[in-house]
C-alpha cells in the first residue's frame, strides 16, 4: 500500500504535528563510552502537541573513546618502565597518571 504524501501531512496537521526537513552534513550523538557518529543524514524536526523531536537516518558508525592520551600512557611507560600494554591496564585501573605510576612502581 502506498501512502500518499499529501494525504499523510494533512493528517499530520489535523494532529496537530508538524515535520520540518533540517539540512546537516553529519549528526554526532556523545555517551560516555563511546560517540555515534551518522554520516549522510536525513533529519527530520518532529512538532507534535509542543514537543520537539529529531528523527535520524543515515549510516551510522561508532567509536570509542579512550579516557587517555597516547602522551599520558607514554608518561607512564616512562616513569614506571613497563610496557604500553602495563601502562594503559594501570591507567584505566588507577583512573590518573600519579596513581598508575605508583601502583607500578610498588611505592
Do not use: C, H, W, Y
Not at 549528526?27 to 507534535?48: F, G, Q, R, W
Amino acid at each position: 500500500m502506498k501512502i500518499n504524501q499529501r494525504q499523510l501531512e494533512k493528517a499530520m496537521k489535523k494532529m496537530g504535528m508538524q515535520a520540518t526537513q533540517i539540512e546537516a552534513e553529519e549528526v554526532v550523538i556523545k555517551t560516555p563510552e563511546k560517540d555515534i557518529i551518522v554520516s549522510n543524514p536525513n533529519v527530520t524536526l518532529m512538532n507534535a502537541m509542543g514537543q520537539q523531536s529529531f528523527q535520524v537516518v543515515g549510516d551510522v558508525e561508532e567509536k570509542s573513546k579512550e579516557k587517555f592520551i597516547s602522551d599520558d600512557v607514554k608518561m607512564v611507560m616512562e616513569k614506571a618502565g613497563v610496557g604500553e600494554d602495563e601502562a594503559r591496564s594501570a591507567l584505566e585501573a588507577e583512573g590518573d597518571i600519579a596513581s598508575a605510576i605508583l601502583k607500578l612502581k610498588k611505592i
